[in-house]
T-cell receptor
């Protein structure tokens, strides 16, 4: 596709449920990033993939968060046992290679009731 | 802890004026600098990037970088109401490969 796509655009879930967020980067982009933005807050970095590898997972806020990328393309961010503080917009970005310009997808708005 | 600082605003300018947005960063080794525009309820949109000291112009936008002062700015000439948005300054954080974002400056262009 022409840009980064994310699904779902909106997700409402109950506390304690697991959710899976998907990101499809720009074709040919080797680097993929996940951020989250809470209401009125700045962008918080979560994790970065170069190809299928995530060199550093220390940005993930807790062990309930995990992410994977397969085939050097689509990535999924999984949040287990969701909590209300997980409510935020989860943004995915990709770049041709690391340290290049990043282009963002439209985001997934997660609401945990 | 690498940081990017921006004045949160709001910065209000009249239509047709020049809007000047400023950003400072803490890591002297930073090499790549980006400006994103974020409309309310939307995701960030890349509008400018700059890697070298000096000015870089693209249409009504000019990015200015001064590495000695650890300062990057964005000028918007002939500001339009459609430029009203939050402008995010970002710098590459290094080993983690991520961008470090400032909290953004909210710009309001009054007709």
């Amino acid at each position: 596709g022409a840009g980064v796509s994310q699904s779902p655009s909106n997700k409402v879930t109950e506390k304690g449920k697991d959710v899976e967020l998907r990101c499809d980067p720009i074709s040919g982009h080797t680097a993929l990033y996940w951020y989250r933005q809470s209401l009125g807050q700045g962008l918080e970095f979560l994790i970065y993939f170069q190809g299928n590898s995530a060199p550093d997972k220390s940005g993930l806020p807790s062990d309930r968060f995990s992410a994977e990328r397969t085939g050097g393309s689509v990535s999924t961010l999984t949040i287990q046992r969701t909590q209300q503080e997980d409510s935020a917009v989860y943004l995915c970005a990709s770049s041709f290679v690391a340290n290049n310009e990043q282009f963002f997808g439209p985001g997934t708005r997660l609401t945990v009731l | 802890q690498k940081e990017v600082e921006q004045n949160s605003g709001p910065l209000s300018v009249p239509e047709g004026a020049i809007a000047s947005l400023n950003c400072t960063y803490s890591d002297r080794g930073s090499q790549s600098f980006f400006w994103y525009r974020q409309y309310s309820g939307k995701s960030p949109e890349l509008i400018m990037f700059i890697y070298s000291n000096g000015d870089k112009e693209d249409g009504r936008f000019t990015a200015q970088l001064n590495k000695a002062s650890q300062y990057v700015s964005l000028l918007i000439r002939d500001s339009q109401p459609s430029d009203s948005a939050t402008y995010l300054c970002a710098v590459y954080g290094g080993s983690q490969g991520n961008l470090i974002f400032g909290k953004g400056t909210k710009l309001s262009v009054k007709p």
